[in-house]
């Protein structure tokens, strides 16, 4: 029996097409909660920018793929890249010329912006990014940088030296760096121990390569129609696109609604 669904925000609970929450779903989200199913947030996303939720009360979130996780305000886990590690991050791409958000547990901020920047966040709504210089990052508090590089960087970069680092990408554009190891599928142990419950009984949707560890972590692993193809080889289950609400479908499909 399904006790607990963890989504991921975009691409699969949320359209970048439309940026928002379908009615559909949005109904069927309350309906479940009406079964007295718990429901948390899965992203790469940090909290903070978790703004195109439609304030759907939500049982938890864990953002920063893992890095940091929270239940009814109160911080669970969070974990940090460490501050040698992120200097090390920080002058490649101070020397290479790469943006770089960091994400640290209370706040975040972009260290330049450049027309790639603008146009990816205008495409996932994210608006009035702060901007920070290297010189004034606390490193020690840095859990994750979002870095703005093709996939040909990313590979010359930052897969050699750096033994302490995992590398996902969710978006072509960019690439998150979490501590080696921590994936969304942590987050979801983690939350599932507070409550009790198995991971026999975890439900999970996701559609990006950031997604497929937690696929596999749950009982239950759906990728959505429009996921990358880690993310649909880790799934037990494909279902509809996220603009044909692909969520509701697999809630119907699997017996929930």
């Known amino acids: 029996m399904i006790k607990a669904i963890f989504f ?24 479940l909660r009406g079964k007295g199913i718990k429901l948390f947030i899965a992203s790469g996303r940090h909290y903070l920018v978790m703004d195109n939720l439609q304030d ?36 490649m791409c101070r020397q290479h010329g790469l943006p770089a958000v960091a994400f640290c547990r209370g706040s975040y901020g972009i260290s330049m912006q450049n027309d790639l920047t603008r146009k990816t966040f205008e495409m996932i709504r994210l608006h009035d990014v702060p901007l920070y210089s290297w010189d004034s990052l606390v490193y020690e508090d840095v859990c994750q940088f979002t870095i703005f590089a093709d996939q040909r960087q990313e590979k010359e970069l930052f897969t050699e030296g750096l033994d302490s680092v995992t590398l996902s990408r969710w978006f072509p554009s960019f690439f998150d760096m979490n501590t080696k190891g921590l994936s969304k599928a942590d987050g979801i142990a983690a939350v599932i121990e507070r409550f009790g419950i198995t991971a026999d009984e975890v439900m999970a949707f996701g559609d990006g390569g950031n997604d497929s560890e937690m696929l596999k972590y749950a009982g ?5 129609g429009n996921a990358d193809d880690t993310a649909m080889s ?11 609400d692909g969520i509701s479908h697999a809630l119907r499909h699997f017996g929930l609604l």
């Open 56 to 91: 759907f009360p939500f049982d938890g979130y864990i953002s920063m793929n893992g890095s940091l996780v929270t239940v009814g305000g109160e911080v669970v886990s969070c974990r940090t890249l460490g501050a040698d590690t992120a200097r090390k991050v920080g002058l």
């Open 220 to 224: 239950t692993g759906i990728a959505m």
């Open 8 to 31: 991921d925000i975009d691409g699969t609970l949320v359209s970048f097409r439309t940026h928002e929450i379908s009615p559909k779903v949005m109904e069927d989200l309350y309906a």
């Open 234 to 244: 880790a799934a037990d289950y494909v279902t509809l696109t996220v603009d044909q």
